[in-house]
Nanobody
Framework: QVQLVELGGGSVQGGGSLRLSCEPS????????MGWFRQAPGQEREGVAA????????YYADSVKGRFAISQDNTSYTLYLQMNSLKPEDTAMYYC??????????????????WGQGTQVTVSS
C-alpha cells in the first residue's frame, strides 16, 4: 500500500500563491503517474495536473495552464504543486493521487489507485 499526505493548503486572496506538497510513504510508486485533483462542493473531482515518473511528462487542465506548475523530487518522490495567480474558482479540496500504470488519460481520476486525504485551498476575491 501507498500512503499519501498532502500539505500546504490554506486561505489566500485572489492573485496570491500557494504551494502544495504530497509526501508518499510505504510502497512508493516509482514509475507511472502522480497527479493533483480537486473537488469543489457539489462538483465532481477533476484532474488539475499530472506528471509521469520517470520522464517528467507534465499534463495540465486548461483552467490552470500558465498558472500552476507540477514537479516531483526524484529522490523522495514528493510531489509539489505551485499555484500562482489564484482565483476564487480555484477554491476546492485538493487531492494527491498515484498510479503505477502509464495511463493514456493522466488527468482522469478513475485511472488512479491511491489517494491522499486532501488539503483545502480557499481563495477569496
Amino acid at each position: 500500500q501507498v500512503q499519501l499526505v498532502e500539505l500546504g493548503g490554506g486561505s489566500v486572496q485572489g492573485g496570491g500563491s500557494l504551494r502544495l506538497s504530497c509526501e508518499p510513504s510505504g510502497n512508493i510508486v516509482k514509475t507511472g503517474f502522480m497527479g493533483w485533483f480537486r473537488q469543489a462542493p457539489g462538483q465532481e473531482r477533476e484532474g488539475v495536473a499530472a506528471i509521469g515518473t520517470p520522464g517528467g511528462w507534465q499534463y495540465y487542465a486548461d483552467s490552470v495552464k500558465g498558472r500552476f506548475a507540477i514537479s516531483q523530487d526524484n529522490t523522495s518522490y514528493t510531489l509539489y504543486l505551485q499555484m500562482n495567480s489564484l482565483k476564487p474558482e480555484d477554491t476546492a479540496m485538493y487531492y494527491c493521487a498515484t498510479t503505477p500504470f502509464f495511463t493514456a488519460r493522466p488527468l482522469a481520476r478513475y485511472d488512479y489507485n491511491f489517494w491522499g486525504q486532501g488539503t483545502q485551498v480557499t481563495v477569496s476575491s
